[in-house]
């Protein structure tokens, strides 16, 4: 079974790309099942299973990161997924902790963003952007052309390696590729690991302290004059 993780802010649309991709898979005699993971609202998996008659659950990270609510669930959703008959599972993830990613080693990781977002947004986002395979940009039609190449340019700055796919998620433009890139992917295997090293530490706000002041608090603090920070591998 092959696994595809597409994480990205709110409103970018990661549930309309997706819906694109799995119709071409499901059309090419594929097996979906789906899994959304948010913190307290989703009905994307009421959408693909109405729409697709796929199997189609959500899990809500609650008072977790999505981020890391995923890494938790998805060795069960995997069972699961593979007792439902599925060859490919694709996980839409919240991914709403900018310093986190999702993706682990043997799937696909696709980083879906905005071209309106604004210029510096690939600078911003860290290990989503940085660790992902593909970067996919939506919303091309509402900007310039220049602006567009900036917007690359800013990604290529930000991850060299990453893959750059432009699509217009809401008329299904430029989904082949991305489709392309799920085949090619290989089915995962037992033991699945977090793609990159995770961050370096749990702050004790994280565990409950609601003291407000970094003298009120020990482990990885940071005061106003330091601004040094973690930037992982």
């Known amino acids: 079974m092959k696994l595809v993780i597409c994480a990205g802010p709110a409103t970018v649309g990661k549930t309309s790309v997706l819906r694109h991709v799995a119709r071409k898979l499901i059309a090419a ?32 990270s609650g008072e977790l990161c999505p981020d890391h609510c995923s890494v938790l669930v998805l060795g069960d959703a ?77 990604i290529k700055e930000a991850a060299p390696a990453v893959r750059i796919r432009e699509v217009n998620a809401l008329y299904g433009i430029g989904m082949d590729p991305l489709v392309d890139h799920v085949l090619q992917t290989p089915d995962v295997s037992e033991g699945l690991m977090l793609r990159g090293n995770p961050p370096v530490g749990t ?24 601004q040094n920070f973690y930037r992982g591998e």
């Open 78 to 154: 995997l069972r699961w997924a593979e007792g439902a008959g599925a060859d490919i599972l694709l996980v839409e993830t919240a991914g709403l902790c900018l310093r986190c990613a999702p993706y682990v080693d043997g799937g696909l990781g696709i980083m879906t963003m905005e071209a309106t977002s604004g210029m510096n947004l690939p600078r911003k986002v860290g290990p989503m952007l940085s660790l992902a395979d593909i970067a996919v940009v939506t919303k091309i039609d509402l900007v310039s052309q220049a602006e567009r190449e900036v917007f690359r340019a800013r």
């Open 29 to 60: 005699h594929h097996h979906l099942a789906f899994l959304k993971i948010d913190v307290q609202f989703a009905d994307e998996d009421e959408v693909f299973a109405q729409e697709f008659e796929i199997p189609a659950r959500k899990a809500y």
């Open 203 to 226: 702050c004790t706000i994280c565990v409950g302290k609601k003291d407000v002041g970094w003298q009120a608090h020990f482990g990885v603090v940071r005061a106003l004059e330091n």
